[in-house]
Nanobody, 120 residues
Framework: QVQLVESGGGLVQPGGSLTLSCTASGSIFRLHAIGWYRQAPGKDRELVARITAGASTDYADSVRGRFTISGDYTKRTVSLQMNSLKPGDTAVYYC??????????????WGQGTQVTVSG
């Protein structure tokens, strides 16, 4: 089993900042990529940002320049620094990791989600 534990969501005013963190643990042989998705009410889940074991990063166009993802693969942690937040960033944010388990199973795992609300 693989567990992803998230922290850092909350309520912030437009223009404010938040940092999300996620730690992966459990039966992980290799962590290939880890990142964040989000889902707003009535919308599909979408990629926000991810970082690979080779330190390559991907960002959604809507957050590029405002959000920064960083990862520590030795600690199996990822952080998402979110600046200049907008009401449109309001969503549940999910940590996602693509791993090879100790049983040599390749699969993607999800955290429980953390709410980010930009309002005020």
């Amino acid at each position: 089993q693989v567990q992803l534990v998230e922290s850092g969501g909350g309520l912030v005013q437009p223009g404010g900042s938040l940092t999300l963190s996620c730690t992966a643990s459990g039966s992980i042989f290799r962590l290939h990529a880890i990142g964040w998705y989000r889902q707003a009410p009535g919308k599909d889940r979408e990629l926000v940002a991810r970082i690979t074991a080779g330190a390559s990063t991907d960002y959604a166009d809507s957050v590029r320049g405002r959000f920064t993802i960083s990862g520590d693969y030795t600690k199996r942690t990822v952080s998402l620094q979110m600046n200049s937040l907008k009401p449109g960033d309001t969503a549940v944010y999910y940590c996602n990791a693509y791993v090879t388990t100790q049983s040599q199973v390749h699969d993607a795992y999800w955290g429980q989600g953390t709410q980010v609300t930009v309002s005020g």
